[in-house]
């Protein structure tokens, strides 16, 4: 693998980390304030994401205290090799001129030394800490459940899978066998957060009501490569109002309520943002959340049946990875609604 | 004067209630933590006022930016001056910007902006009144809000009694559809117990006690609410947390400032009831009080109202000897001159008026039985800053603490502001051969663990406001609880012959030496900040 190593920080044996960083706390006089609130583990694959990682990192320690680990993995190489750095990143802190510092350390894995991520993970973390575990490939086929005991949160998106139904099988079969309680935290998840939020903050307002009770139709367009998030708010909507999945095509999926009216779900796939508008219809009137253009916020109209409209802008978030991952540790807890509409998804993929 | 006698103040609405009976949206499970509020209109008395162009409509416009703001929520401005929607828009945007946490950004601003009206009126003048109400009455027919009504009285309180009046007349203080109606009021509530009491009675003729929110901006910060966490979310505090292991707590809240511009405000108010009546007993509640049997709003203040009740009251014997009442004089803050208090515009030059308050509080229950809460609030100190400090009893004295080299006690430290966070004092052995012992300090600092900035503390309140949750707002038994024990205090500062003396104090000291011997005198000293 050809890797940038330079901003990895000071190479290390592997067995001398944590004397090593130690030493580098030791040299900085009392001037810095170590941080940590969470161990963050990122395994990647390849030398350009370990490169934009390294990158990400330093940007991530500005706002979260934590131990970074960047696993960096080339499981194909021929040769089996390790190799290890330190590193700290330091921030002036929000609340002052006071230098707060993060500790980084990386890890390049090549051939079978990717099979000592648990080892190398379990080594390393800052005692005490959450261990949330950042995964940015498809998971390996057999899948090492052993691992789940350490980890708090799961966080990987969905979206980037080539086989989203083979990857949630191989994931949930794993954390099923090893009775895991970690957390799931899918980004493509996360990806829908803001447009969930600005469609029930619509809702919250008892005379919109009426909309959500005689709906027929949800109108969702989203860009070719984003179906997946789709099929995932096609799921929110049927487990959130005990829809019943009925039939389903490329086009749409047909679901029923508990009194039996039908709700077609239109997927419209088009240019633009991974969800660029979501409509909801129903003879009461009409709710349709829309994003256009690079605008950071979502256009909100609601057309009521006696003529009166209204218009809102809701933050829209961001769909950069790095803003995804903020969202989603800011969030925190179990998603279980995500569970819910992944049960349904999954039918739908 | 008005007369009140009369009014009703409505029934309670089975939704009123339990607002939360309204929010039962599906599609809102996983997405918030927090009830979240109805669309209302949010009618704000003193719209020309300072507090809402560098508080309220800030606030309200970062609910707006976050996406926490009722898209229907409409705000009017009701005050004396002549102004248009449209000049007083531009002159909020302007404000806005200077005092919006996240700035101001042209599209949101743009969308809340339509939904801001102003309202010229009177405050006596009924009419006025009455043409709010058929605004409202079109703002909840074009929008749908159910007649839920927010009324935030930022004006003066001698306007309380004239505003509730003509709000009852006009029949403001009722939904006409069946929504809610809540006032939020703000301090200074009373200036003594007769005076808070009256008005809680002026209050409670027009609204009931659910729907009134009193505000104490100090609740809302995130280190007040923190207390709590800290004290039930952990095991390790609360078995230490009683006159067993705890010798004293300080409660300090300083400031480098003097009396600006608020001299005339200041002359008929003083430290005492400007800071310790609300804010800092708030603190001392929240520290000292009982775990509730949940986390409902008034589960939480039943709580603090007993703590209040268990306040020690003081006679003027008591006051001589455990309130220190101080004014500072000239001296230098941060290398520069300033002048003394009697100095200061509008401010009478032989005001008796104290600038400075310390003082021993007991709270006489089985928990706190013989631990002294220190409290001390003061303007011109040499540095600001708000913080509980919990002291906990001396180690036994063998071993390490022998009685000729005693060790300092553990202190674990709750700070308010600024630098928000908690540190603890131990003893640590230093490195060497020899057992020398020091004290060391784990500190832990939102600002540098967080990289999120916390919400203004009106963000939060206005949210819980329109939400229908009063945990962070006081109650009347609260309130009137406050002022008993305060004026006790005011009464032997005014009403006995001779009254106990008012030390001065050189600005940028920490005191008067009086305060400093309250505690020594029983062998303690204030924490140094």
Redesign the interface.
């Known amino acids: 693998m050809v890797l940038d190593t330079s901003k990895l920080g000071l190479p290390v044996e592997i067995g001398q980390i944590g004397k090593e960083l130690k030493k580098l706390w030791e040299g900085d006089g009392g001037t810095m304030t170590r941080a940590s609130l969470i161990n963050f583990a990122v395994y990647c694959e390849g030398a350009e994401a370990g490169e934009q990682n390294t990158e990400f990192i330093i940007e991530f320690t500005r706002d979260h205290a934590c131990r970074a680990l960047l696993i960096i993995a080339e499981p194909q190489a021929a040769e089996t090799t390790i190799h290890a750095w330190i590193n700290a990143h330091c921030h002036l802190s929000r609340a002052g001129a006071k230098q707060v510092c993060c500790e980084q350390i990386s890890f390049v894995l090549e051939g079978k030394a990717s099979n000592l991520i648990p080892n190398i993970v379990f080594a390393n973390l800052d005692s005490d800490l959450p261990l949330v575990l950042w995964w940015q490939a498809e998971f390996p086929d057999p899948l090492d459940g052993r691992f789940w005991a350490l980890v708090d949160r799961l966080v990987f998106d969905s979206q980037k899978w080539v086989e989203p139904t083979k990857q949630f099988k191989l994931l949930l079969d794993s954390l099923a066998r090893t009775e895991s309680r970690l957390a799931m935290c899918d980004l493509n998840w996360t990806r829908s957060l803001h447009l969930r939020q600005a469609l029930a903050q619509m809702f919250d307002h008892l005379e919109n009501r009426r909309i959500l009770d005689g709906m027929t139709t949800i109108t969702i367009s989203y860009a070719p490569d984003f179906r997946s998030t789709a099929l995932l708010l096609v799921g929110w909507f049927a487990a959130q109002l005990k829809l019943e999945l009925k039939h389903h095509d490329q086009a749409q999926v047909i679901l029923a309520t508990p009194r039996g009216h039908e709700v077609t779900c239109q997927l419209v796939a088009e240019p633009g943002r991974s969800i660029s508008r979501c409509q909801i219809s129903a003879p009461e009137g009409v709710v349709e959340v829309a994003r256009e253009g690079s605008g950071d916020f979502f256009s909100v109209d609601v057309r009521l049946s006696d003529s009166r409209t209204y218009h809102h802008l809701l933050p829209a978030g961001n769909n950069e990875s790095a803003s995804l991952l903020a969202e989603e540790l800011a969030l925190g807890g179990r998603h279980r609604v995500y569970i819910k509409a992944l049960a349904v998804a999954k039918e739908l993929m | 004067m008005f007369s009140l006698l009369s009014i009703d103040p409505g029934p309670i609405t089975a939704y009123a209630l339990n607002p939360n009976i ?2 039962s ?9 927090r009830p ?4 209302c209109n949010v009618v704000i008395f003193g719209a020309s006022g300072d507090l809402t162009f560098r508080k309220l409509i800030p606030a309200l416009y970062n609910l707006a ?3 926490d703001l ?3 929520t409409h705000i009017i401005g009701f005050a004396r001056r002549e102004k248009t929607d449209e000049s007083w828009r531009t002159e909020l945007k302007e404000s806005t910007a200077k005092s919006s946490r996240s700035g101001l ?1 042209e ?2 601003w ?2 809340v902006a339509p939904r801001i009206f102003y309202h010229q009126s009177e405050f006596g003048d009924l009419e006025g009144y009455r043409t709010l109400a058929r605004k409202l009455d079109e703002l909840d027919a ?3 809000t ?1 007649g839920n009504r927010l009324f935030y009285l930022s004006v003066s309180p001698t306007e309380y009694e004239g505003i509730l009046t003509q709000l009852a007349a006009a029949g403001l203080n009722q939904s006409p559809t069946g929504g809610w109606t809540r006032v939020i009021v703000e301090k200074p509530f009373g200036t003594d117990l007769r005076s808070a009491h009256e008005l809680n009675e002026v209050v409670g003729r027009v609204f009931h006690e659910k729907d009134t929110f009193r505000i104490d901006h100090y609740l809302g910060k995130e280190t007040a609410q923190n207390i709590l966490v800290l004290r039930f979310a952990n095991g390790i505090f609360e078995p230490l947390w009683n006159h067993r292991y705890i010798d004293h707590v300080q409660i300090t809240a300083s400031e480098t400032l003097g009396v600006e511009k608020r001299g005339p405000y200041y002359e008929s108010s003083g430290a005492l009831r400007d800071m310790v009546q609300n804010h800092l007993l708030q603190l001392l509640c929240l520290t000292a009080m009982e775990p509730p049997t949940d986390l409902g709003a008034d589960s939480i203040r039943d709580e603090k109202v007993k703590v209040v009740r268990s306040l020690r009251q003081m006679t003027p014997e008591d006051v001589t000897k455990n309130v220190v009442r101080g004014q500072y004089g000239a001296g230098a803050i941060s290398g520069k001159e300033v002048i003394g208090y009697r100095e200061e515009d509008r401010v009478s030059p032989t005001s008796q008026t104290e600038t400075y308050v310390a003082l021993k509080v007991n709270v006489d229950n089985w928990r706190w039985a013989d631990v002294p809460f220190y409290i001390r609030v003061g303007k011109r100190l040499p540095k600001g800053g708000t913080e509980i400090a919990i002291q906990f009893k001396h180690a036994p004295s063998v071993l390490f603490n022998k009685p000729g080299e005693p060790l300092g006690p553990n202190v674990l430290v709750i700070r308010i502001q ?2 928000e966070g908690i540190s603890l004092r131990m003893q640590c052995k230093m490195p060497g051969n020899a057992i020398r012992i020091e004290p060391v300090k784990m500190d832990f ?9 916390s919400p203004e503390a009106y963000e939060r309140l206005l949210l819980d406001a329109m939400s229908g949750d009063a945990t962070l707002f006081a109650r009347r038994d609260e309130v009137e609880g406050a002022w008993r024990f305060i004026d006790a205090i005011e009464d032997a500062w005014h009403k006995t012959e001779p009254p106990p003396p008012l030390c001065t104090y050189p600005s940028g000291s920490w005191g008067p030496k009086e305060a400093d011997e309250l505690l020594e005198r029983e062998g303690r000293a204030w924490r140094r900040l």
């Open positions: 309204l929010s949206n599906p599609l809102r499970e996983g997405l918030s933590s979240m509020p109805q669309p930016a976050d996406g009722p898209a229907a950004n599209g949101i743009s969308s074009q929008s749908g159910q600024p630098d600092h939102y600002g540098t663990s967080f990289g999120k900035a």
